[in-house]
């Protein structure tokens, strides 16, 4: 046999052992590149966003030379009339119109909207207490500073965008833009948002209006925050980064609202409002066009016209947008459904069904005044959003609002100062008398910490509403004899200590379509007895309780109160209504349960009867969403008692066509005393509101009450968008 050389041996393992060490670098090689290729593409993100952040300064400063060469235009053209008018200034008022209209124009042209036709005007009208003079009451070296401080009554379940609960749609608010908002202190009115211009032009060869959106290019979805989620939830780089807020995200949120698998009690409701528009047409990322359905309205002369709703106008104004880089997709960056149809998300279930159920519901995506910094268990955050168009919607740094479990313990955070603002409980009155007498206040006064009080009407009522699809309240009869059984005004004086103030219709007290000339049902327990007898409820066996035979069988009166377990001035309340309705032989039985089961018992409509509130929108109302026989019986919808009225549902329509203001508060009073007539509910009240709030907390006043400030303003409530904080030792 022959023997290979031992040098050749060697060199052999020399050469095996440099190929391993070749191999073993070349793999350590490619885990360094694959870090620092981790490393270059997260500095690619931030790249990018610094990238955004400086294309939004540039705007700004191209807004501010835009300005100057505007104002320098306005001066040369005043100085050339002045000459031509022989020394004489003419027209000043013509001369700033003039000048802002010229600005709006070149602003639009600057930002690519090559769409806009200047022949046009804008719907929008600039406001002037946010441009003039809340600059003038914060002077010249405000800067917004310090954390407001607040509670509210229990943890959301989640911040899905479509939320049914009121909180959570005021967050969403906060951190999100709309097409158009109102002028500060005024009903119905439109000024800028989201929109620079909205213009209404005629479809072609027609008389039927649509509407014309022009966007703002510097606002910007912001990043989702990875320490907002679950550990083990990965998130795309896609989603940690900022998107531009586009046309596209509008007909998004359109598109979401009006996909029929999408049973958000929030999207049911909306659908009342903009289930009506026909189309939303992109033009281009900054441009869409509105148009809404006709109807052939018949005018006196008997000529037939095609119209759109009285509330195109305002709910296109109301539009607002819907994340699409995260509402789209899984969090690994996936699209949930492939998206080849434009209107897939109107239309696709599988969609729908991910939706309700998103991995990003418990965030809110922020593009607002507002951006959402988290939510615990103990409390959610809020900080001020530096690059917001509106500087001063936003006059503090931050918000923390802590959740409670019950409304004493709210009250005692306030009492001890933890809190800014209250709005007190009229069960707390004496307390509070007591609570400015004691030493503990003294003390706080000498801190800076002096409470002051505001007092207003606040835009809701409380009634207890009857369950027309059970046999019990079918007939208007007994749901009569149920109100006049409640003494109201004994509530109002001791479970309310007089705050609140006795109504008899769904309006809000001190509009012009709650018909004030329509006398309560009295109090009367006679009367009361004498009507369910009419109705064939007699105590047939003398065991104080009223019985009727029904489908051959003797039915005791007998049914169940429901109530937020939580509400301590409701429960009182119920209880009280529990002992009326005693007297006249109905046995009432008092079902106080927590938010979950409310929630799950309205969508169902599983009651008998139920205290409630509701929050009173702005004008111009729209009864439809709680009194159209449509939503009778449609699950999750806000006509819960199931009530159904024709010549209610004909004026409903008519009110959605009816654009003469006499004429629409004539039929806003007619529909009142429908309702006067039926009691689908028992009006209870509208609470009078004690807002308590530090001596820090500045800018706080009613803006009906300061036409002074704001020339016809008709908002009877203060608003907190403009409080903002005093440093310590100012």
Known sequence: MNKEPIGLYLLRYIISFGLF??????????????????????????????????????????????????DDQARQHELIKTILHGGERKSEGFDEKEKKESLMEADLLLRGHRHVDPAKPNILKKDLFYAVTLPKMLGSGFRPWGVRKGADLGKPENLHPFSPWSQVRDWQDMCLVSVATSEFGKYETMAPNMAIKIEERM??????????????????????????????????????????????????????????????????????????????????????????????????????????????????GALRPLPRFVYQYFPDGKKIVEDEESDIYRTNMVWAQNFAEHWARNVIVSCGPWVFDGMTDRQIRFKRNPNHYHPLRVLVE???????????????????????????????????????????????????????????????????GWNQTTPLFASKKVRRAMTMAIDRHRIIAQNLNGLGVEITGNFFFNSPSYDKSIASHPYDPQQARRLLEEEGWYDSDGDGIVDKIIDGKTKPFRFG???????????????????????????????????????????????????????????????????????????GSSNIVGFV?????????????????????????????????????????????????????????IPAERSDLIPGADVAMPDPDIFWLRKPGK
């Not at 593409?41 to 610094?50: F, M």
């Not at 609570?435 to 009080?453: A, M, N």
């Not at 009867?609 to 009864?623: F, K, R, V």
Request: aromatic residues 12%; proline residues 4%.
């Open 203 to 316: 479809v072609a060869g027609t008389d039927t209006p649509e509407y014309w959106v022009f966007l703002r290019d510097n606002v910007y979805w912001q990043p989702l925050n990875p320490s907002h989620f679950p550990e083990e939830l990965h998130l795309s780089p896609e989603f940690l980064r900022k998107h531009k807020v586009t046309a596209h995200d509008f007909k998004f949120f359109f598109d979401a609202v009006m996909n029929p698998y999408n049973q958000e009690d929030a999207a049911v409701a909306l659908r009342n409002y903009i289930g009506d528009i026909e189309e939303i047409k992109i033009i281009d990322d900054l441009t869409f066009v509105v148009r809404w359905k006709t109807e052939d309205v018949e005018l006196p002369s008997g000529k037939m016209i095609p119209k759109v709703k009285y509330i195109a106008k305002s709910w296109t």
């Open 21 to 70: 060490a070749f191999m073993a670098m070349l793999y350590w090689s490619s885990q360094l590149l694959e870090g620092d290729l981790k490393v270059l593409r997260s500095d690619l993100d931030q790249l990018k966003n610094d990238i955004f952040e400086l294309r939004t300064e540039a705007r700004v400063s191209d807004q501010e030379v835009l300005q100057v060469i505007i």
């Open 645 to 701: 009225n024709n010549e209610a549902d004909r004026i409903i329509e008519q009110l959605e066509y009816e654009y003469d203001l006499n004429e629409r508060k004539s039929l806003y009073h007619r529909f009142h005393r429908i309702l006067h007539e039926e009691q689908p509910y028992t009006f209870m009240y509208t609470p009078k509101s004690i807002l308590l709030y530090r001596d820090y907390v500045q800018n706080v006043f």
């Open 561 to 635: 109160l429901t109530y937020y377990v939580k509400d301590t001035t409701g429960k009182a309340i119920c209880e009280y209504v529990a002992t009326a309705l005693k007297e006249i032989g109905v046995d009432c039985r008092l079902n106080g349960i927590d938010i979950a089961d409310l929630s799950a018992t309205l969508e169902d409509k599983s009651f008998d009867a139920i205290y409630m509130g509701w929050s009173l929108g702005t004008p111009p109302e729209n009864p439809k969403q709680l009194w159209h026989s449509s939503g009778a019986k449609e699950k």
């Open 398 to 464: 931050a918000m923390e609002i802590e959740f409670k479990e019950g409304m004493d313990a709210l009250w005692q955070d306030f009492k001890a100062g933890k809190t800014d603002t209250y709005v007190l409980q009229p069960n707390q009155l004496v307390e509070l008398e007591e609570f400015l007498l004691s030493d503990e206040y003294q003390r706080q006064v000498k801190q800076g910490l002096k409470i002051h009080r505001i007092e207003y009407l606040a835009r809701v009522y409380r009634y207890i």
